[in-house]
């Protein structure tokens, strides 16, 4: 059985139509079209929204959209940091051992975050 993520790195498609890149969708979210080719990602992202967020239950959950250069972006959740520090334009990779099948890729920052919040 393939999983979305390999040794380093993410599983996703690419549409053979239109050449849009997408992560785990059925049909392509540009023309609609299932005639979809899998690639392959080293994983490196860049987090274009973070926060916490509190829906649907009483635990708040860290989810960060994270932007990948093959031109596809989705939610995540972001470790390594407390929920408020993962900043806007900070750089992730996919966390070791994570278990996509399971329903959740989650990514790590590739570099700590800064103390001067506070300034």
């Known amino acids: 059985m393939q999983t979305e993520r390999e040794e380093t790195g993410l599983r996703y498609h690419r549409c053979r139509w239109c050449g849009t890149a997408s992560f785990r969708r059925l049909l392509c979210p540009v023309c609609a079209s299932s005639d979809l080719q899998s690639e392959h990602s080293d994983g490196l992202g860049v987090v274009v929204r973070s926060g916490v967020v ?3 239950t009483e635990t708040a959950r860290n989810e960060s959209l994270v932007r990948l250069p093959e031109g596809f972006v989705f939610r995540c959740r972001v470790v390594g940091a407390a929920p ?10 996919p966390l070791a051992g994570g278990d996509p099948a399971a329903g959740e890729v989650v990514f790590e920052l590739c570099e700590p975050p800064r103390r001067d919040d506070w300034l």
């Open 54 to 56: 509190h829906r649907y």
């Open 84 to 93: 408020h520090l993962v900043a806007v334009g900070a750089r992730v990779r």
